[in-house]
């Protein structure tokens, strides 16, 4: 299971720290990323990070969000720097992992919301 936290209310310009921390076994090898979704659109890519620490951004994400894990490898962070409104959705965490790479893992998502 995957749980998601961190989300909230911020002014535009603000900051938050999204924390998602895997319960059970998890695969040295895997992948760990976060999306985002607002009503009516499809959820979308934001970030990535490898249990080798290579990470790949969204082009909007570049320069202002930062992937990272937690060093016992069970974690995975998001910071959100300079949020705008359009950076509101709700944030899930996902989780892929060798050899079922196919195999999708999926937090409950926690929700960030910038007003304009």
Do not use: H
């Amino acid at each position: 299971q995957l749980q998601a936290s961190g989300g909230g209310l911020v002014q535009s310009g603000g900051s938050l720290r999204l924390s998602c921390s895997v319960s059970g076994r998890i695969s040295s090898n895997n992948r760990m990323a976060w999306y985002r979704q607002v009503p009516e659109k499809q959820r979308e890519f934001v970030a990535v990070v490898t249990s080798r620490g290579d990470a790949n951004y969204a082009d909007f994400a570049k320069g202002r969000f930062t992937i990272s894990r937690g060093t016992a490898g069970d974690t995975v962070y998001l910071q959100l720097n300079n949020l705008t409104p359009e950076d509101t959705a709700i944030y899930y965490c996902n989780v892929v992992q060798f050899p079922q790479w196919n195999i999708d893992y999926w937090g409950q998502g926690t929700q960030v919301t910038v007003p304009a």
